[in-house]
């Protein structure tokens, strides 16, 4: 089946410093990605919707200079956490929309847990 | 707004029984509802999809339903086993680009 796949699956970071995440369909392409944010025992919140070739759209209260989103192919895509702060620390994952595919069946990678010390 | 929610944080039942979950939302018409299966640490695992037009969906042990006049859906794993135990997530679907909206999950526990 389908698979998306990120990178790394977890990082420590120190605070200032910046961290790449990286998303990957493997056997599909995919137009249009998603970027999510967990918090322990919390919902999946959407950060971005990342589409290949343009700007990515944030939702509301997701500051897009400090999560910037590079989806440069139509299998990756990457999110940035810029100058990232303590408080940035947590499960970071994305989902990928086979473009080829009608439906609405969305793929998640298996995410990326990010600790900022 | 949009709102998401899912009955209770946690559901922990008997080995066999079956295991039912819910799902309400309000502020939204969604056109389908999906439930997930997120293990500890893990990313989201699709389990099934039902369209706002259709009223069940079946898949192995597996039962959704989805009431739009309710706004609601319910989620039934018959026979459960240990290896059900999981968080469950169910999302609303329907935006232009495909965007899911997540519920924060029911922590399901199936004890043998």
């Known amino acids: 089946g389908a698979v998306v796949s990120q990178h790394p699956s977890w990082v420590i970071c120190k605070s200032g410093t910046s961290v790449k995440i990286e998303c990957r369909s493997l056997?599909?392409?995919?137009?249009?990605m998603f970027w999510y944010r967990q918090f322990p025992k919390q919902s999946l919140m959407l950060m971005a919707t990342?589409?290949?070739?343009?700007?990515?759209?944030?939702e509301q209260g997701v500051e897009k200079d400090k999560f910037l989103i590079n989806h440069a192919s139509l299998t990756l895509s990457t999110l940035t956490v810029t100058s990232a702060h303590p408080e940035d620390s947590s499960f970071y994952i994305c989902?990928?929309?086979?473009?080829?595919?009608?439906?609405?069946?969305?793929?998640f990678g298996e995410g990326s847990w990010l600790t900022v010390v | 707004s949009q709102k998401i929610e899912q009955n209770s944080e946690a559901l922990n039942i008997q080995e066999g029984k079956t295991a039912t979950l819910t799902c309400n939302y309000t502020?939204?018409?969604?056109?389908?509802l999906q439930w997930y299966r997120q293990d500890p640490g893990r990313g989201p695992v699709f389990l099934l999809l039902?369209?706002?037009?259709?009223k069940e969906k079946r898949k192995e042990r597996l039962k959704v339903t989805f009431d739009t006049t309710l706004k609601q859906s319910l989620f039934h794993i018959t026979a459960s086993q240990p290896a059900d135990s999981a968080t469950y997530l169910c999302?609303?679907?329907?935006?232009?680009?495909?965007?899911?909206?997540f519920g924060k999950g029911t922590k399901l526990s199936v004890k043998p």
């Open positions: 989902s990928a929309r086979d473009t080829l595919l009608s439906g609405n069946t969305i793929y």
């Open positions: 056997d599909f392409q995919a137009t249009t």
């Open positions: 990342s589409n290949e070739g343009s700007k990515a759209t944030y």
């Open positions: 502020n939204y018409s969604p056109a389908y």
């Open positions: 039902i369209r706002e037009n259709e």
């Open positions: 999302a609303l679907g329907g935006g232009s680009q495909g965007n899911l909206i």
